[in-house]
């Protein structure tokens, strides 16, 4: 399905953005994961840089940075002379991926309560807000999106930058998997262990804050393995 036939598609124009504003990276970004992860635009589906440029308004190059970064976070896969494609893991990469994770995100939770300031832990708190509403809303993108986004923010907040950009290769792909292995939205709802968690960090409390990540991807490689 190219960008073209997702234009006439009566789902697209949540894509779009207010008229009159000039969109950027960080304004697209968000729209386009969405609708991959909602497979508006399904999987393995292609679509042209031209195609995503007329649908938002902007020039190919804003597109392709755009692309780059869905790249780079392995999300669509970028070969040359080819259309960009979504990208498509499999129950082993899933298992992988979710190995990967655990490893890396003990070290981040536990760097995290030993460096969380108050700001940073009620960021935490506000996002995990925005998560639960769009779970109520059912929104399922955006709540697959925003609960990713929570561990990138805690990746941050431990102030390890080569552990940073390792999860942000890992996450948006895991967001990726979530929707394509999962039914529904309301069957992930992990914001209350996020909730958890933060709690955990606010207190300083390592080992629990470590035991309920450990729990939490458990959780979700359960969900995501048990169909496959």
């Given at each position: 399905?190219?960008?073209?036939?997702?234009?006439r598609n009566p789902s697209?124009?949540?894509?779009?953005?207010?008229?009159?504003?000039?969109?950027?990276?960080?304004?697209?970004?968000?729209?386009?994961?969405?609708?991959?992860?909602?497979?508006?635009?399904?999987?393995?589906?292609?679509?042209?840089?031209?195609?995503?440029?007329?649908?938002?308004?902007?020039?190919?190059?804003?597109?392709?940075?755009?692309?780059?970064?869905?790249?780079?976070?392995?999300?669509?896969?970028?070969?040359?002379?080819?259309?960009?494609?979504?990208?498509?893991?499999?129950?082993?990469?899933?298992?992988?991926?979710?190995?990967?994770?655990?490893?890396?995100?003990?070290?981040?939770?536990?760097?995290?309560?030993?460096?969380?300031?108050?700001?940073?832990?009620?960021?935490?708190?506000?996002?995990?807000?925005?998560?639960?509403?769009?779970?109520?809303r059912d929104q399922r993108?955006?709540?697959?999106?925003?609960?990713?986004?929570?561990?990138?923010?805690?990746?941050?907040?431990?102030?390890?930058?080569?552990?940073?950009?390792?999860?942000?290769?890992?996450?948006?792909?895991?967001?990726?998997?979530?929707?394509?292995?999962?039914?529904?939205?309301?069957?992930?709802?992990?914001?209350?262990?996020?909730?958890?968690?933060?709690?955990?960090?606010?207190?300083?409390?390592?080992?629990?804050?470590?035991?309920?990540?450990t729990q939490h991807l458990?959780?979700?490689?359960?969900?995501?393995?048990?169909?496959?």
């Amino acid at each position: 399905m190219t960008a073209h036939a997702l234009q006439r598609n009566p789902s697209l124009p949540a894509l779009r953005l207010v008229a009159g504003k000039k969109p950027s990276v960080d304004d697209i970004y968000p729209r386009l994961f969405d609708a991959i992860l909602e497979q508006r635009i399904a999987p393995s589906s292609r679509f042209t840089e031209e195609g995503l440029g007329e649908t938002f308004g902007v020039s190919r190059s804003v597109i392709r940075r755009v692309l780059a970064k869905l790249s780079h976070q392995q999300v669509i896969i970028l070969r040359p002379n080819q259309r960009a494609q979504v990208a498509a893991p499999d129950s082993l990469q899933a298992r992988q991926i979710l190995e990967a994770r655990r490893m890396t995100e003990v070290t981040v939770v536990q760097l995290a309560c030993a460096q969380a300031t108050p700001t940073q832990t009620r960021q935490l708190r506000e996002l995990i807000a925005r998560e639960r509403e769009c779970i109520e809303r059912d929104q399922r993108g955006p709540a697959i999106r925003l609960s990713g986004e929570f561990h990138l923010q805690l990746a941050a907040i431990a102030g390890n930058a080569p552990l940073a950009q390792f999860l942000n290769s890992l996450v948006p792909l895991t967001s990726l998997v979530i929707a394509q292995f999962e039914a529904k939205a309301c069957t992930y709802c992990a914001w209350q262990e996020h909730v958890a968690i933060v709690d955990a960090i606010e207190q300083r409390d390592s080992n629990t804050a470590v035991s309920l990540m450990t729990q939490h991807l458990d959780h979700l490689e359960s969900k995501l393995l048990k169909h496959h």
